[in-house]
């Protein structure tokens, strides 16, 4: 299960494109790995901030450097009041996604990256601080309020919960936000981790290279496709409905969104996982239609298509059942994978080449400048 597909093709699909010691995609028996653990243990067992401090650190955290760790980021979690006054004058309708690219960018302008000994501060700052930078924007341009942006929440989970509705969230959802964000943490040279690889190369700032990944998980082909699961499970209204309309969006060949992946061929391992969560949740909250419509999606791409749900299928319906808003699903994202990011360029600075491949031409010939007056 969770084998990698037989490579080739366009997109640099089978092409090795570098080293990492971080993690594996896809190997046979073990779908996904982080440093040599499997993802499902760490899912069942672990914090997120036991996974950060592994893949920042390179082994497993004891209980007094956990501790200590879980304090340490707690410490980082405040916005600087310029970087607030920015967030305030970010419109409602930005794309939250767009928030948290800008976010990340301000703050490098506030506390700069002068030296790559500076690297694992610059990455825990932005790891303890991104729940911080989408909560702030959303709570003030939706709700008119300005939130304390500090929490006595222990975990990354729960200070998001805790700052995205006011208060304290129950164990359930932050033992599920706590899951989701091991599972999300890290993924080998997926698209935006190789943005942020290509932009260490240069050997350009840490803030930059997040900042360029931000933008490749934006699109609905890579992270955005939490946001675009929800937009088609939420239009149905029972299961058959949603059997019936899949069919003819399969006989009309469009995508859906939260199915397929560039390496996984038979599963993803991280769906498993959050399945079962989303389906607690389902019915913690008495759900008679969402879980059972996802069902139904997922099972009709299966038999139709032989397509299996990705990590993001049941993160949607999960993250609805904890009230979290649609257009904030990516974003959580990104306060999960700038662990990997942060990590990928470390390795990529400790081992570096610039980053520079070739392209096959296809233009036009060799040919004379024509002066204007004659073109
Ligand atoms: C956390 C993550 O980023 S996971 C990925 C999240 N993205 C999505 O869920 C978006 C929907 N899925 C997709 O677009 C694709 O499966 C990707 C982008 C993830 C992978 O793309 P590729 O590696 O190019 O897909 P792959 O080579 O497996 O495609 C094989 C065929 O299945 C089709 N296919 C793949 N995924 C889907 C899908 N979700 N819906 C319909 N058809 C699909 C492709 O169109 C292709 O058909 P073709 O040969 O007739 O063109
Ligand atoms: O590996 C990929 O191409 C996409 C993915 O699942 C991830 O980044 O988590």
Redesign the pocket.
């Known amino acids: 299960m969770a084998e990698a597909?037989v490579l080739s093709g366009a997109?640099l699909?089978g092409q090795i494109a570098g080293e990492t010691a971080l993690c594996t995609v896809g190997k046979e028996g073990a779908g996904l790995t982080y440093r040599g653990y499997d993802v499902r243990e760490l899912a069942a067992n672990s914090d997120f901030e036991e996974v950060a401090y592994l893949l920042f650190h390179g082994e497993l955290p004891n209980r007094r450097q956990l501790a200590a760790y879980q304090q340490k980021l707690k410490s980082k979690r405040d916005l600087p009041v310029a970087l607030k006054e920015v967030l305030e004058r970010i419109p409602a309708d930005a794309h939250p996604m767009d928030v948290m690219r800008t976010g990340a960018s301000v703050l490098g302008t506030l506390e700069p990256e002068h030296s790559f000994e500076q690297q694992r501060e610059v990455a825990e700052r932005l790891l303890a601080v991104f729940p911080a930078i989408l909560c702030y924007w959303y709570r003030f341009t939706h709700d008119g309020v300005r939130i304390e942006c500090t929490s006595d929440e222990d975990t990354i989970g729960g200070h998001f919960l805790h700052l995205l509705h006011g208060k304290a969230p129950s164990e359930l959802h932050r033992k599920v936000m706590n899951v989701s964000l091991i599972l999300y943490a890290e993924?080998e040279f997926?698209a935006s981790t190789f943005t942020g690889r290509v932009c260490a190369s240069t050997l350009s700032d840490l803030y930059s290279c997040v900042t360029g990944s931000i933008g490749s998980l934006r699109g609905?082909?890579?992270?955005g496709?939490n946001e675009a699961?929800m937009e088609l499970i939420e239009r149905f209204s029972s299961p058959q409905e949603a059997v019936s309309e899949l069919l003819a969006m399969i006989e009309r060949k469009?995508?859906?969104?939260?199915?397929?992946?560039?390496i996984y061929r038979e599963s993803?391992p991280r769906n498993e996982v959050i399945k079962q969560w989303a389906k607690k949740l389902a019915e913690e909250a008495g759900d008679s239609v969402l879980y059972p419509v996802s069902e139904a999606i997922d099972k009709t791409m299966w038999e139709q298509?032989k397509?299996f749900p990705?990590?993001?299928f049941y993160h949607a319906s999960a993250y609805h059942f904890m009230g979290i808003p649609t257009k904030l699903f990516t974003p959580i994202f990104v306060c999960s994978r700038v662990t990997g990011w942060t990590a990928h360029v470390f390795e990529q600075r400790a081992n570096n080449r610039i980053i520079r491949p070739s392209a096959d031409y296809i233009g036009v010939e060799q040919r004379a400048v024509p002066e204007i007056d004659k073109r």
């Open positions: 597909k997109g699909r993924h997926n609905p082909l890579h992270g496709a699961a469009d995508k859906i969104m939260g199915f397929g992946h560039a993803d298509k397509l990705n990590a993001d």
